[in-house]
């Protein structure tokens, strides 16, 4: 059997990795400020983390959801202190996109309805609201044909409004920092106006927190710095440092009862554990202060570029938009400099997305190795 290939892949096998650095089967080290699309948190091999799954494993790592597995309640309760949203009840499965078909089939259920508003140049993964950023038609049309999507672009308020008025929406879905897309955020006004008009019309508001999530912004979750609260933050990626592990924090205005949601693999043993180990070490480490503060360090670095259009984002979620497509840059970094960043749907803008425990010296050699391939 061979791989299907949906992936056009470089011609690089990290074979290990600790921290920052991964190291290829020829012994060469890389950079890495990508993460693996943002979900390397704490940094590979962190040793809190690779104990805590070891000593897991040695325990139990899986059973069913049919019996107590009080990690999931540990892990609800120091996610809730963490990211303050105590109230929230949380809902544990594998991905983003599980996350987020979790979101809207919840929100569908809550209301009666079931189309959907999300937002221009967006990305819920592959998922009913699959959102139209690119020329792909295969990841432009809802898989579901029951659940319609509206796409609508950001500030546009008065569309937002009438559309909401028509009683058929059963939650908008928002990014405030978008991440596949390129790092476009909504104002301040907007975001506090779609969820104003969410709570006005009873519609479910979904902050899709699956990037953003987990400390990357400088805040835990990125809608914090807009003062809203969502009915819904889909999570994933940064939450597992790499082991596969989702979910949805529900509002309790939102009622649980049994056999509503349900999954196989979600919320085993240990995927808690490394959950638990990721919040653990974020708080031990204070890395959300320090990915605030090397945020900040980042732009401050990134303005003195002349060749720069834009810095974007927000903490280690950042992008750099440039006025030509960044793929021959990407790629001479990862083969010239052997520093690892992203692409976005966006081909103007390199996407950073570092472990949250990077410092300033790493941060240093890349905009050395940017300024060179500038010149
Ligand atoms: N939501 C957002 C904001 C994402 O960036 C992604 C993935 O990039 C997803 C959802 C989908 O997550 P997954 O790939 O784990 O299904």
């Known amino acids: 059997m061979v791989l299907f290939d949906v992936y056009p892949l470089y011609d690089i096998t990290p074979v290990s990795a600790r921290g920052v650095i991964l190291t290829d089967d020829k012994g060469q080290e890389y950079l890495d400020l990508y993460g693996g699309h943002a979900v390397i948190s704490i940094g590979h091999g962190h040793p809190h983390y690779v104990k805590r799954l070891k000593d897991q494993l040695d325990k139990i790592g899986f059973y069913s959801n049919a019996v107590q597995n009080p990690l999931q309640r540990e892990l609800a309760e120091k996610l809730g202190a963490l990211s303050n949203c105590d109230d929230y009840h949380l809902f544990l499965c594998n991905s983003g996109a599980e996350a987020n078909e979790n979101a809207l089939k919840l929100a569908s259920f809550h209301t009666g309805k079931s189309r959907v508003i999300a937002f221009k140049n967006s990305f819920h993964g592959r998922t009913s609201a699959a959102v139209a950023t690119t ?71 979904i902050a899709d927190e699956v990037q953003s999530g987990f400390g990357r912004s400088g805040k835990f979750f990125a809608f914090q710095h807009h003062d809203i609260t969502p009915d819904i933050i889909s999570i994933a990626k940064g939450m597992g440092n790499g082991f596969p592990v989702g979910g949805i924090l529900i509002h309790p205005e939102i009622k649980a009862k049994y056999g509503l949601l349900g999954t196989t693999f979600g919320g085993n043993h240990l995927a808690c554990a490394a959950t638990l180990a990721v919040l653990e070490v974020l708080e031990k480490e204070n890395l959300i202060a320090n990915t605030a503060d090397l945020g900040l360090y980042f732009e401050k670095c990134a303005r003195q570029i002349p060749q720069l259009k834009r ?4 903490g280690l979620m950042l992008g750099l938009e440039f006025d030509f497509e960044v793929a021959e840059l990407r790629k001479n970094l990862i083969l010239k400099h052997h520093i690892f960043t992203g692409s976005a749907k966006n081909k103007k803008v390199l996407r950073i997305l570092p472990a949250l425990n990077i410092n300033r010296a790493h941060l240093d050699t890349f905009f050395t190795a940017l300024k060179q391939e500038l010149e």
Request: proline share 5%; glycine share 8%.
């Open 135 to 205: 020329d792909n038609p295969a990841i432009n049309a809802p898989i579901n044909k029951q659940q319609q999507v509206t796409f609508l672009p950001f500030e546009d308020r008065d569309t937002l409004a009438e559309e909401l008025s028509k009683g058929d929406v059963c939650a908008v879905i928002l990014e405030t920092i978008q991440g596949v897309g390129g790092l476009d955020e909504p104002s301040l006004l907007f975001c506090k106006e779609v969820a104003h008009l969410c709570k006005q019309n009873g519609v479910v508001l």
């Open 311 to 314: 810095v974007k984002g927000k």
